[in-house]
Each structure stands twice: as structure tokens, then as C-alpha cells.
């Protein structure tokens, strides 16, 4: 059984930054990547962005792109992403996930099992 925690979501005024950790835990950790996905009520879950565990290759939405920066720690099973330039429509709730084995669609949340509770990221305007 795999837990993973995020943190470090917050109420930022547009423009501004936040960085958002994911800690794993659990025995046998070994995903094939990882990713984070954010939803806001109503809606569904959006993909954001996602990594390759092992290789440490990237991918993003369309959306973000230029502005929010993945990253995962190897060593400390640990996934960060660094948003910039934050606007109001980045307004949701975010969440870490893994994906156990490879998949051509990583912005697809149905190719993840394990989720953590979302950490909630509100941009003011």
C-alpha cells in the first residue's frame, strides 16, 4: 500500500508562486511516474503535469506549460511542482498520483492508482 501526502498549497495573489510537495510512502514504491492533477468543483479532474520516475522525463498541459516545473527526488520519494506566474483560473485543489506501469497517456487519471487528498491552491485576483 502506497500513501502520498501533498502540501504546500495556500491563498496567493496572481503572479505569484507556491511549490507543492507529494511525499510517498509504503512498501514496494516503484511507479513508473508520477503526476499531479487539480480539480475545482463540478468539474473533472484536470491533468497538470506528470514525470517519468525513473528517467525523469516531463510532460505538462497545455495550460501550464512554461509557467509550472515538476521535479521529483529520487533518493526521498518526494514530487514537487513549482508554479509561477500563478493566475486565478489555476484555482483548484491539487493532487499527487502514481502511476504503477507504463502508459502512452499519462494525462489520463485512469492510468493512476493511488491519489492523495489534494492540497487546496486559491489565487486571488
Known amino acids: 500500500q502506497v500513501q502520498l501526502v501533498e502540501s504546500g498549497g495556500g491563498l496567493v495573489q496572481a503572479g505569484k508562486s507556491l511549490t507543492l510537495s507529494c511525499a510517498a510512502s509504503g512498501y514496494g514504491f516503484s511507479p513508473y511516474a508520477m503526476g499531479w492533477f487539480r480539480q475545482v468543483p463540478g468539474k473533472e479532474r484536470e491533468f497538470v503535469a506528470a514525470i517519468i520516475w525513473a528517467g525523469g522525463t516531463t510532460t505538462y498541459a497545455s495550460s501550464v506549460k512554461g509557467r509550472f516545473t515538476i521535479s521529483r527526488d529520487f533518493a526521498k520519494n518526494t514530487m514537487s511542482l513549482e508554479t509561477y506566474s500563478l493566475k486565478p483560473e489555476d484555482t483548484a485543489v491539487y493532487f499527487c498520483?502514481?502511476?504503477?506501469?507504463?502508459?502512452?497517456?499519462?494525462?489520463?487519471?485512469?492510468?493512476?492508482?493511488?491519489w492523495g487528498q489534494g492540497t487546496q491552491v486559491t489565487v486571488s485576483s
Open positions: 498520483a502514481t502511476a504503477p506501469r507504463p502508459v502512452y497517456r499519462l494525462n489520463l487519471a485512469e492510468n493512476y492508482d493511488y
